[in-house]
């Protein structure tokens, strides 16, 4: 099965510095890689996704990048905010009905 | 999100006990999982549904069973708990599978069991 290793495990940064967290897959057919944000008690809330056929795809502070080649991709956050502090999940599918999900990052953005 | 209730939110019992625990959703979503998070594991995948009674195992299936009677709720039963089930549960839903678009989860807020 798929294989996905997410680092660094944990992140601080000073506020508004940028942020970026790192995903590898192992499945060269995985094509769906959503990004989770989890605050704590509550469960994980998509804030970013992208698709294969698809380089890099922003949102506001947020942006995703993609690397099929190399079989990695990544989160940038930029001009962090204390409120961006939460943990981190990256994941890939190929199915759609099986999502493998990375170890986590835990982000403290400092004031 | 995509109106999703897991019950109990906290539970605490003893090991050889069983439980259940359910989740309930009102979106109407094809899909429903569930996946337990543990510390340096991330979220694994216990079992899916992918319809009323139709369900499938996924990587940490031993030990725990699944039932879906109907579209909008989907149960977890730790037959005889252990110790080694004390974890944070999390449902999920999403619209479905197909290689030419995939849907995100959605997640429920978690059930924290702790097997004594």
């Known amino acids: 099965g798929e294989n996905v290793e997410q680092h660094p495990s944990t992140l601080s940064v000073q506020e508004g510095d940028s942020a970026v967290i790192k995903c590898t897959y192992s499945d060269s057919a995985s094509n769906y890689f959503p990004w989770y944000k989890q605050e704590l008690g509550k469960g994980p809330q998509l804030i970013i996704d992208i698709r294969s056929n698809v380089g890099e795809k922003k949102d506001q502070r947020i942006a995703v990048t993609l690397n099929k080649t190399a079989k990695h991709f990544s989160l940038h956050i930029t001009e962090t905010q204390p409120e961006d502090s939460a943990v981190y999940f990256c994941?890939?599918?190929?199915?759609?009905?099986?999502?493998?999900f990375g170890t986590g990052t835990s982000l403290t953005v400092i004031p | 999100d995509a109106g999703i209730t897991q019950s109990p939110r906290h539970k605490v019992t003893e090991t050889g006990t069983p439980v259940t625990l359910r989740c309930h959703q009102t979106?109407?979503?094809?899909?429903m999982y569930w996946y337990r998070q543990d510390p340096g594991h991330g979220l694994r995948l216990i079992h899916y549904?992918?319809?009323?009674?139709?369900?499938d195992k996924g990587e940490v299936s031993d030990g725990y069973s699944v039932s879906r009677s109907k579209t909008e709720d989907f149960l977890l039963t730790l037959e005889s708990a252990t110790s080694s089930q004390t974890s944070v549960y999390f449902c999920a839903t999403n619209l479905g599978q197909g290689t030419s678009y995939n849907s995100p989860l959605h997640f429920g807020n978690g059930t924290r069991l702790t097997v004594t």
């Open positions: 979106e109407n979503h094809r899909y």
């Open positions: 549904s992918y319809g009323v009674k139709d369900t």
């Open positions: 994941a890939a599918s190929r199915t759609g009905n099986q999502f493998y």
